[in-house]
Nanobody
């Protein structure tokens, strides 16, 4: 059974930082690309960032480029999202997802497994 468990969300002031973690189990972690998405009520789920199987290729949404960094530790079966210079519009539930293949992908249809989400709230 594949499981993804996010942590690290919380309440932070605008301009602050948070680091999200996502620990996975049930599949060989190093064989799959990973992604982060976010969802705000009333809006569609939004792609945030993705990383390939070995961590050498990354891809970001324009809205977070230069502020967020995705990384992974295959020895720990964990993917991270470092979020700096947070803005109120970054407020959302953040989900990690495990892809169908090795490489980066921004389409949520290309991800097979999802975590339960972690809330990030940025106050102005």
């Amino acid at each position: 059974q594949v499981q993804l468990v996010e942590s690290g969300g919380g309440l932070v002031q605008a301009g602050g930082s948070l680091r999200l973690s996502c620990v996975t189990s049930g599949r060989t972690f190093s064989r799959y690309g990973m992604g982060w998405f976010r969802h705000t009520p009333g809006k569609e789920r939004e792609f945030v960032a993705a990383i390939n199987w070995i961590g050498r290729s990354t891809y970001y949404a324009d809205s977070v480029k230069g502020r967020f960094t995705i990384s992974r530790d295959n020895a720990k079966n964990t993917v991270y999202l470092q979020m700096n210079s947070l803005k109120p519009e970054d407020t959302a539930v953040y989900y990690c997802a495990q892809g169908r293949g090795l490489e980066v992908n921004s389409a949520d249809s290309r991800y097979d497994y999802w975590g339960q989400g972690t809330q990030v709230t940025v106050s102005s």
